[in-house]
């Protein structure tokens, strides 16, 4: 029951964003590619810029299931490191060990992905980390912990069974997907990061 809600929770967010943050939720934005509730399919007042900017941002929190305080952090590096601030905000946001092990095939959603290093069964380098936020180094390898190899659902992953429904690997990445490992080879680029986002409004909404 506790997983129906939570996915009913994260369709209507994916609704009201306009972005599908999970593959359930990309099923349901396919047949009602509006806004939920009764007014959804009405047509909406001119949002003001404002509002523009803070949807923005929030589609950027929620692909990475992240807290307001941490994003806040983020970009505040993000703002302090030589580049563009707004691609400078994905690619340390890219560089999360749950978002590595996202994109490395391990998990299905975001939220598995933090649920497996939360759990302890993802390593790096040799050792656990239980922290989804944890900044992977370049050079740097994920993998799964031995005995946790044998659960079902790395066993699925470990299949290719997530696949069909993930971006393909991005070329930060080598994963060894049998093997239940995968190493950041260099900071991602944003061109390369698979979120949908225009990041200098979120620039533009931290700056105001």
Request: glycine share 6%.
């Amino acid at each position: 029951m506790a997983n129906n809600t939570r996915a009913r929770r994260k369709v209507r967010i994916s609704r009201a964003l306009g972005i599908a943050l999970t593959p359930k939720a990309e099923k349901y934005l396919e047949r009602r590619p509006y806004a939920p509730g009764q007014h959804g399919r009405a047509r909406r007042k001119q949002d003001s810029d404002y509002a523009v900017r803070l949807r923005e941002k929030q589609r950027l929190r929620a692909q990475y299931g992240i807290r307001e305080a941490q994003m806040t952090r983020v970009f505040e590096e993000a703002r302090r490191t030589k580049g563009l601030t707004g691609e400078n905000l994905i690619e340390l946001l890219e560089m999360r060990l749950d978002a590595l092990v996202l994109r490395a095939g391990f998990a299905r959603t975001s939220a598995q992905a933090r649920q497996l290093v939360v759990h302890r069964h993802i390593m790096v380098d040799g050792s656990r980390v239980d922290r989804p936020s944890y900044r992977v180094a370049e050079g740097q390898l994920i993998h799964v912990h031995p005995r946790s190899e044998v659960l079902d659902p790395l066993q699925v992953a470990a299949a290719g069974a997530h696949r069909d429904v993930l971006p393909a690997v991005p070329g930060y990445l080598e994963v060894q997907l049998d093997k239940l490992q995968a190493r950041l080879v260099r900071r991602p680029k944003r061109s390369e990061v698979p979120v949908t986002c225009e990041e200098q409004l979120v620039v533009e909404y931290y700056a105001r």
